[in-house]
């Protein structure tokens, strides 16, 4: 089964932002963007993305310390760098502090997406089979491989579904509201429909809780949803 690779996007400049968003949710992909370095590395550290398109030259923080933060770290998210600095020099920095791959601006889109697609198929044949695993429980998420199962029963979920999932997981025992749901999950955070969370979230307890007798997905009425422990109750 196949889930929908999530890529940060940490890029300050508009137009670049949207035409990249929109480019890669074309192909299938769901996007996280942030304007600044500091808030990029946050969201990097925080969640478990695909990969991470990084600029260098951002606010609060400038894309070399970013990457040179999350590889200090242990994070070994592939990092393609697209920025204006087109010296030989800056290249070679990139490169030295952990970066994937490196391009100028302007681009080739075609470009873009093969080489992000490149470094996303290096980092997956190279990462151990277990190194992500997300459990709640019986309840297992293998982003690895794209496999859900709870209590051995493998279970299957749409794209979107498991993207879903992922997401709670990471926060699990959190309240996530619809708004993070919408941001990180489908990418846009000022959807006119809100209420689309609400529908997965329902397309979602029927596969992962109601088979299994279990109500680990809750709502919090007029606020969002968090995934919690299966022994405790739904509200």
């Known amino acids: 089964m196949m889930s929908t690779m999530w890529i940060l996007l940490v890029e300050d400049e508009p137009l670049i932002a949207d035409a990249i ?9 769901a996007v996280d963007h942030t304007d600044r370095g500091d ?3 946050f969201r990097a550290q925080t969640n478990a993305y695909d990969a991470i398109i990084l600029d260098i030259m951002l606010p609060g923080m400038n894309g070399y310390k970013v990457c040179q933060e999350l590889r200090a770290a242990g994070n070994t998210t592939p990092v393609l760098m697209l920025t204006a600095k087109d010296g030989a020099f800056d290249e070679a920095e990139g490169i030295d502090i952990g970066a994937d ?4 601006k302007p681009f080739n889109w075609v470009v873009l997406l093969a080489r992000l697609r490149a470094i996303i198929r290096r980092r997956a044949s ?6 992500s695993i997300l459990t709640l429980d019986d309840l297992t998420l293998n982003p690895s491989t794209h496999e859900v199962d709870r209590a051995g029963t493998p279970i299957d979920l749409t794209p979107r579904e498991f993207s879903l999932l992922q997401y709670l997981l990471h926060r699990k025992g959190e309240v996530v509201t ?3 749901l919408l941001e990180h999950v489908w990418g846009e955070p000022d959807a006119d429909d809100p209420n689309v969370t609400q529908v997965y979230i329902g397309y979602l307890r029927r596969k992962v809780d109601l088979p299994f007798d279990r109500s680990s997905i809750q709502t919090v009425r007029g606020i969002g949803y968090r995934i919690v422990e299966s022994g405790s109750h739904a509200r």
């Open 21 to 29: 968003t929109i480019g890669l949710k074309a192909e299938g992909f």
């Open 101 to 104: 791959d490196y391009m100028t």
């Open 126 to 131: 190279d990462a151990a089979p277990t190194s």
């Open 178 to 180: 619809k708004r993070d």
């Open 39 to 41: 808030d990029g590395l």
